[in-house]
């Protein structure tokens, strides 16, 4: 299996604050996605990258932004956490086809 | 853009009836397509994927998927149901120039005794 980790698993913080999640894969994959999943909208695309540096936006990056400064590393900041992004939240990254997830971070804005 | 569709959002069947998940995607070039399963509170895992090769694509745990590009649709299915299979079951779509990944809403599959 892909070596895909996700920091921290679980986090409750206040609305308001900035939040970071962060992706650690250990496959050397060119391409790294962040996802949120809501009920009944399955897994909506936030933020990509396609290279160290190169960053693009999905449907619902309103609210985030990403950093990759190393191939192994794909960031994901909150910048003013609200209760709408109380969310599941996946990092991916890929090979040139088959993606691979990690466990996914629970987070709960308050 | 890119684009799946899931019919259903909840799919019911008995142990060891055939299995049919829809999924439809909408792409103006070749696509590569995909299902993957989640089990509770997991991470998402392939079942199998589509790269412009063979048309009827086998996947693990018994399952397969038809590429139909003039139906524009890749459903999934299983002959007979196990109690494991239940779980929820994403349809995604890529095309390489975009290397975009973008997933349908997803269908819960339910397996009775």
């Known amino acids: 299996d892909a070596g895909i980790t996700q920091s921290p698993r679980h986090k409750v913080t206040e609305t308001g604050t900035p939040v970071t999640l962060r992706c650690h894969q250990t496959e050397n994959h060119r391409y790294m996605y962040w996802y949120r999943q809501d009920p009944g909208h399955g897994l909506r695309l936030i933020h990509y990258?396609?290279?160290?540096?190169?960053?693009d936006k999905g449907e619902v990056s309103d609210g985030y932004s990403v950093s990759r400064s190393k191939t192994e590393d794909f960031l994901l900041t909150l910048e003013s956490a609200t209760s709408s992004q109380t969310s599941v939240y996946f990092c991916?990254?890929?090979?040139?086809?088959?993606?691979?997830f990690g466990q996914g971070t629970r987070l709960t804005v308050v | 853009a890119q684009s799946v569709t899931q019919l259903g959002s909840h799919v019911s069947v008995s142990e060891g009836a055939l299995v049919l998940l829809r999924c439809n995607y909408s792409s103006s070039v070749p696509p590569y397509l995909f299902w993957y399963v989640q089990y509770p509170n997991q991470g998402l895992q392939l079942l199998l994927k589509y790269t412009s090769a063979a048309t009827l694509v086998k996947g693990i745990n018994g399952f397969e998927a038809e590429f139909k590009k003039s139906e524009t649709s890749f459903h999934l299915t299983k002959p007979s149901a196990h109690m494991s299979d239940a779980a929820e079951y994403f349809c995604?779509?890529?095309?390489?120039?975009?290397?975009?990944?973008?997933f349908g809403t997803g269908t819960r599959l339910q397996v009775f005794p």
């Open positions: 990258s396609y290279g160290v540096k190169d960053t």
């Open positions: 991916a990254s890929r090979d040139r086809v088959e993606a691979f």
């Open positions: 995604a779509v890529s095309v390489g120039n975009t290397d975009k990944l973008i």
